[in-house]
Each structure stands twice: as C-alpha cells, then as structure tokens.
C-alpha cells in the first residue's frame, strides 16, 4: 500500500516550560503562617485561613527566576512524534497560528507529512507549563486554541485520500468537519478518537461532535464516568457504545477494558514496571494499539473488517493482542520516560507476560 500514512487531528501548540521553586515556597510559606497560627491559638476560621493564604501569596516575590525552554507540544503533535518513532509514516492534519513556520520544519525534518499543516492569521497559542518540585501545572491559552479550527480552511477530501487511520486527539467540536468529511468519503479508512473531559465536556457534546459511530473510542476511566453520567464503566460502556464500534478505557493500574460490537469485553493488567514518569501513558497506550491496526491495513484489510469476518475466539485473541502491545508501549513509555521504538516494544514482550 505505498504512499499511505496514518493521520493525525490534532492541535500542535507552542509550549513554554518553566523550572523553579514558585509552588514550593508557596508550599512552605502557607504551612509556615498556618502552623504560627495554631500554636499560638488564634482561631483558624474560615476567613482567618483566607487571609494567611493570601498574605503567604502577597509576600513573595514579584519575579520569579526559573530556566525556561521553548519546544513544541500539543496532543497531535505529542501523537506525532509517538507514532514517528514508532515507524509509521504520518500526515498531521492541524491548524497553527503565525509564527509556527519553525515547528512545521521541525516536524518535516523527522519524516512527517506537513502538507495539512494550515496556518491561520491569527496568534499562535502558547501554553505555559511550570515545573515545580512540589507540583506541575500548564496554563493554556484557551482563547487562541478555540481560534485555531479549520472554519476558514479549505481541506480536501484528496487530502485525507492517503489514510489507513485517521486519529483524532482528542476529539474535539473544532475537528468535527474533517470528521464528517472522512465518513462522508466511505473510503475504508478506520477512524479513531480519544475522548477526554478538556475537550468534550458533557454527553451531549459527544453527541454533537461525533454524529456517526467510529471504529475506535479511547478514554480513561475518569473521564468515561464523567461524560456518561454513569457510576460504573459497564453503565459508562453502554453508553459509549453508541459512539463507537471498539472501545478502549483505560483504567490506570487496574489495566484495561476492551468492549466491541462484536465479541465480549476483553480484560488485561497492566506490566509491572518502575514508574519514572506517567505523563502520556494514555496516549502511549493508544499509540501502540493503532501501530498494530496499521500494520493490519497494510496488509490489505482494516481491523473492523477483519473482526466482522473472523470467529469469536480469533476476535478475542486479535483485541487481546491489540491491548498487550499498547500496554507494552505505555509501560516502556512510564518507566523510561520517552517514548520506545518498535524494536523495543517487541524486546519487552518477548521477555515480558501479562
């Protein structure tokens, strides 16, 4: 199948990451006034404890040195790189604001068809992150993002003509017209998306956004609950199941839970590794998942298809196998902290069980 690629939807943000202690001393000094005030027995209230926080707050410097760092980030981008040094060829269907030109040549730089890299005239957005001992937090430019979505972009369905998958991360209102497209177009392509709470914040917004079922959900546990306005993921799953063919949900260190169309759920634990970092565990996850889908398309059948023609314990076996290899490379991807190569992957699994 030459020329194909997996595609990406997804935003690519500039990122700006800040180290220092802003949130430690912040930390230190609240314990600090609160601990005075119980030993020495003034009444800690409600409004007393307001205004000893907001004195910790008001004392500390106005600037705050840290070393700062300028890269690339944002969830289609992050898929992109996952899936590049996984060795699929991808396309990246985004839109960017001015001054982006430097992180489309980087992407074209590594393999990656930019070709669906739109830009608009508007700012490019910029999501600060801060890097703290005591804690991380990213502030986004919500305000830019909602900005950057392809209402003036004119994308042709020759553009997506290319495609084995289509993956959207996460879906999102500004990504429903390319999806439409791609379903419109009935063109064999498997179509994935990733659920997540930041992007679709209730049920009915699923509902708006995703009008036809898709092959492939992926959500974590958390936030499955939370847009079904379900209690239990079974409850959360049926309702999933009007969205989705294949339904991945993650479930943290309880493993995963794959529900299809086609067979019964397919339980898995997780590999016990040692967890440097669990940044991008889901999106590790789903990445390995879709590498084994495209390697299935390659050979001439996309995994839908294949499920529907094959019996039930093959079904099983092929969502089971799909479940240990991403499994596999959001393991490697915790406890190294990077994303692993292919080679990688299947050293770990040969040496590895579930």
């Known amino acids: 199948m030459p020329g194909k690629k997996m595609v990406i939807v997804g935003e690519m943000n500039c990122d700006l990451f800040y180290k ?12 600090e006034r609160v601990g005075r005030a119980i030993a020495t027995g003034i009444a800690a209230d409600r409004a007393g404890l307001k205004k000893l926080v907001h004195e910790a707050i008001a004392d ?16 289609g981008n992050n898929s992109t790189e996952l899936f590049g040094k996984l060795g699929v060829p991808i396309k990246l269907v985004s839109v960017t604001g001015t001054g982006s030109e430097w992180m489309k040549a980087e992407l074209a ?6 070709s669906c ?6 700012t490019q957005p910029i999501s ?20 950057m979505n392809f209402s003036s972009i004119k994308l042709k369905k020759e553009d997506l003509a290319d495609a084995t998958i289509a993956f959207f991360t996460p879906m999102g209102a500004k990504f429903e017209p390319v999806l439409s497209m791609l379903q419109e177009m009935n063109a064999g392509i498997t179509i994935a998306i990733t659920v997540e709470i930041q992007a679709i914040d209730k049920l009915e917004t699923l509902k708006q956004v995703v009008k036809n079922k898709v092959d492939m959900l992926f959500v974590n546990k958390a936030d499955a609950l939370n847009i079904s306005g379900k209690q239990t993921i079974d409850e959360a799953d049926q309702v999933l199941s009007h969205f989705a063919k294949i339904r991945f949900i ?17 339980t898995l634990p997780v590999f016990k590794v040692k967890v440097a970092d669990r940044t991008g565990a889901g999106d590790a996850f789903a990445g ?13 059948d996309n995994l839908v298809e294949h499920l529907k023609k094959a019996s039930d314990e093959e079904r099983r076996g092929n969502l089971k196998d799909l479940g240990m290899f991403g499994t596999a490379v959001a393991a490697l991807k915790v406890s190294k902290g990077r994303t692993p190569s292919r080679e990688e992957v299947g050293d770990f699994l040969l040496k590895n069980k579930l």
Do not use: W, Y
């Open 117 to 122: 890299i739109f830009q608009v005239p508007k």
């Open 60 to 75: 500390l410097p106005k600037k705050n040195p840290g070393e700062a760092r300028i890269k690339r980030g944002g969830n």
């Open 20 to 31: 220092n202690e802003f949130f430690k001393q912040l930390e230190e000094r609240v314990a």
């Open 288 to 300: 390995g998942v879709l590498l084994k889908c495209h390697e299935l398309t390659e050979q001439g």
């Open 250 to 266: 993650t479930l943290g260190a309880e493993g995963s839970l794959i529900s299809s169309d086609f067979t019964a759920p397919v």
């Open 128 to 147: 600060t992150i801060i890097d703290d001992p005591t804690t991380t937090k990213i502030f986004t430019a919500a305000n830019f993002k909602q900005e």
């Open 109 to 114: 730089a590594m393999g990656v068809d930019t």
